[in-house]
């Protein structure tokens, strides 16, 4: 293994020299990559991986995909993705059967109604996926941007470009169309992609991967670009994100439980997503009807409602008939009501909040209220307990406004605007994966240029 890996990183030692394929010791009037990966397969499936795990060989193939798909025109890329959307748009009828076998097998193993929901297909569901995909493919080709440098020498100049960051590992609970967005995004932006989907969801992620795969192959790209690790495979995700030797970023999308583990198990980068537990804090000058409807359109966003509000802080000065005109709203729209023991004592027929549910999601339509002496304290109380990716204030004060986006610690602040998660806005030229509350790689929406790092290129004038 570190011999091929130091056998590849010396190609591009002299590639990047100038030094030619017969003097750096390949086969003469031979493609230097095009041989080394050769060379590498032949390694792969005769000597080394043998006896390793499959996230191992799917590795190692995503990264040779990469050095080429790294290299490919922005142009091939589109026409990749688009190449994908109709490709997965030409398979709805198999990706339904395949999801109609997951569906009844999940039942029978009494998997939970949450990921029932998530994981369910239907033709709707499938089209916004093709609608995605057909607008990565239109819009303008995010790497080699050129950008100013933050410093310049006096004998040369400098700039920046976004390039791609190389293998990335998508590690997903249910949600089998997020696949292909994943893998569009990835492909966009000349990253290649190993998929591990759930259990649960084996035979819709293998129909959705096929014809992507399918549909990269016929534009030219290497079938690595897009990895699937099966069921079949017998892999944890412990095997898929230690190998770091190949895998520039891990992004792990379903319950908390599964991206803790990812972040405890990965030796890569890891970018996580956040989904759930967003507070709103409701001032005593705000609009009742207003929380009313930041509240429930922030619960639209279904399969996935990443960023609907589940707790909301009220100040002291509420008034009771406000509260209760709230609630009866709420109810009659399907919302469980759930209150802090104040609350419940004041109002008995509510349901009482556990301790530990202020820090969870409940990723249902479940909203529990807590009362706040004052501002300062709904801030702290956010920062400790939030999920810390968007949390939302609704007041008619300019100063309290000011305060809360300033003083809340989260990726993302809305005041007086609803915290409703969509992939694909009417506005804006871009598609989001998800949301990220870490401070690490990336922070907030999940795009096109999230998937990217940048490189510092130093251009002398010749002169020594």
Same mark, same amino acid.
């Given at each position: ?8 990183? %010396? ?8 030094? !030619?394929?017969?003097? !750096?010791?390949? &086969? @003469? ?23 390793? &795990?499959?996230?191992? %060989?799917?590795? !190692?193939?995503?990264?040779? @995909? ?6 490919? %025109? ?47 297909? #239907? &033709? ?9 995909? +057909? ?6 080709? /995010? ?13 040369? +100049?400098?700039? =920046? ?14 949600? /089998? ?11 966009? #932006?000349? $990253? ?12 819709? $992620? ?50 908390? =439980?599964?991206? *803790? ?7 890569? /980068? ?14 005593? $000058? ?7 409807? #930041? ?37 009659? %729209? ?11 004592? @004041?109002?008995?027929?509510? *349901? ?33 307990? =939030? ?11 300019? +100063?309290?406004?000011? +305060? ?19 992939? $694909?806005? =009417? ?38």
């Amino acid at each position: 293994m570190v011999a091929i890996s130091a056998e590849i990183g %010396k190609w591009f030692e002299h590639n990047r020299l100038g030094i !030619a394929s017969s003097a !750096a010791g390949y &086969p @003469a009037g031979t493609d230097g990559l095009a041989y080394l990966q050769t060379l590498t397969r032949r390694r792969i499936v005769v000597d080394a991986f043998d006896d390793s &795990p499959e996230p191992m %060989k799917s590795a !190692a193939r995503a990264y040779l @995909a990469s050095l080429k798909l790294g290299m490919a %025109k922005g142009q091939t890329r589109s026409d990749a993705v688009l190449a994908m959307a109709e490709a997965l748009q030409g398979s709805f009828d198999d990706i339904l059967e395949a999801n109609t076998l997951d569906l009844e097998a999940s039942r029978e193993m009494a998997v939970p109604d949450l990921i029932l929901d998530w994981l369910k297909l #239907t &033709p709707e569901r499938l089209e916004t996926t093709v609608k995605i995909l +057909q607008q990565l493919g239109e819009l303008s080709d /995010p790497l080699r941007r050129v950008r100013s440098a933050d410093y310049q020498r006096s004998d040369s +100049q400098t700039y =920046s470009q976004l390039m791609p960051l190389g293998v990335i590992a998508f590690i997903y609970e249910a949600f /089998p169309e997020l696949a292909a967005i994943a893998a569009g995004l990835c492909i966009k #932006t000349g $990253n290649s992609i190993i998929l591990k989907g759930g259990t649960e969801a084996s035979n819709s $992620n293998l129909a959705i991967a096929e014809a992507l795969s399918n549909a990269i192959a016929d534009v030219g790209l290497p079938s690595g670009c897009i990895e699937l690790i099966t069921a079949e495979h017998g892999a944890s995700i412990r095997d898929l994100v230690t190998q770091e030797q190949y895998l520039n970023l891990v992004i792990p999308y379903g319950r908390s =439980s599964l991206v *803790q583990q990812v972040v405890r198990q990965s030796t890569a /980068p890891v970018l996580k997503s956040a989904m759930g537990n967003c507070y709103l804090y409701w001032s005593p $000058n705000a609009s009742l009807e207003m929380v009313r409807w #930041t509240i429930m359109d922030s619960h639209q966003s279904e399969p996935d409602p990443v960023n609907s509000i589940e707790k909301v802080l009220i100040h002291r000065q509420a008034l009771p008939s406000s509260l209760m005109t709230l609630w009866n709203s709420l109810q009659e %729209k399907g919302f469980e009501i759930k209150a802090d023991a104040e609350l419940v004592e @004041a109002f008995p027929q509510l *349901q009482l909040v556990k301790d530990g549910e202020w820090g969870s999601a409940y990723l249902t339509k479940t909203v529990a209220f807590k009362l706040v002496e004052s501002l300062e304290d709904a801030i702290a109380w956010i920062n400790q307990y =939030s999920s810390g990716h968007a949390d939302s204030i609704v007041t008619e004060s300019y +100063q309290e406004s000011r +305060q809360f986006a300033l003083g809340v610690n989260s990726a993302t602040t809305y005041i007086n605007a609803s915290p409703r998660f969509i992939r $694909n806005p =009417s506005r804006g030229d871009s598609v989001f994966l998800g949301m990220s509350n870490q401070k690490g790689h990336r922070r907030g929406l999940i795009s096109l240029e999230t998937l990217t790092t940048v490189k510092h290129i130093v251009q002398g004038n010749g002169r020594f």
